[in-house]
């Protein structure tokens, strides 16, 4: 049997996020606002053998290079996420996602009647109240979120 490996062109610059748990790919993308509309190239890979786990995603985003703060807001989906700033093609940091202690705008509240969920137009925040138990608690109205059923904003 004819052995193939994954071949995914190194970046110049910018920013590699390795180690996303297999399938969160687009959804990390989509908590941080990446979407390609300003022309920069983004290749990403599901699905990817990995060593550590089965599978894994891999996103690399070429003439970005992510802030704590937004690297921070993709611990509730991906955990175990590594952040690789590229530079003339060379590794210049290496960091692990950390939850921070409250996340803004990327995840809408599940209480139909919280008011961030009204026609008022305020963004969301909420704050986490348990780190290692990912728990999330909406700062407008207390309810206690159930972090598989967050919806994106």
Request: with cysteine; charged share 35%; aromatic share 4%.
């Amino acid at each position: 049997m004819e052995q193939s490996e994954l071949m995914v062109r190194r970046i110049k610059e910018g920013t590699v996020i390795d180690h996303i748990d297999e399938g969160k790919g687009l959804q990390v993308l989509d908590a941080l606002r990446i979407d390609g509309q300003d022309g920069s190239l983004i290749t990403l890979a599901m699905n990817v053998p990995s060593g550590k786990s089965k599978k894994k995603d891999i996103i690399k985003v070429e003439n970005k290079f992510l802030k704590d703060d937004d690297t921070n807001k993709i611990a509730i989906i991906a955990s175990k996420a590594t952040i690789n700033i590229i530079k003339n093609y060379k590794l210049i940091e290496k960091r692990r996602v950390a939850l921070p202690n409250e996340i803004d705008k990327i995840f809408r509240c599940t209480n139909p009647d919280c008011i961030t969920n009204s026609t008022e137009h305020i963004e969301s925040i909420m704050d986490v109240i348990d780190k290692d138990g990912m728990v999330l608690k909406c700062r407008y109205c207390a309810r206690i979120l159930d972090v598989s059923k967050i919806k994106y904003n």
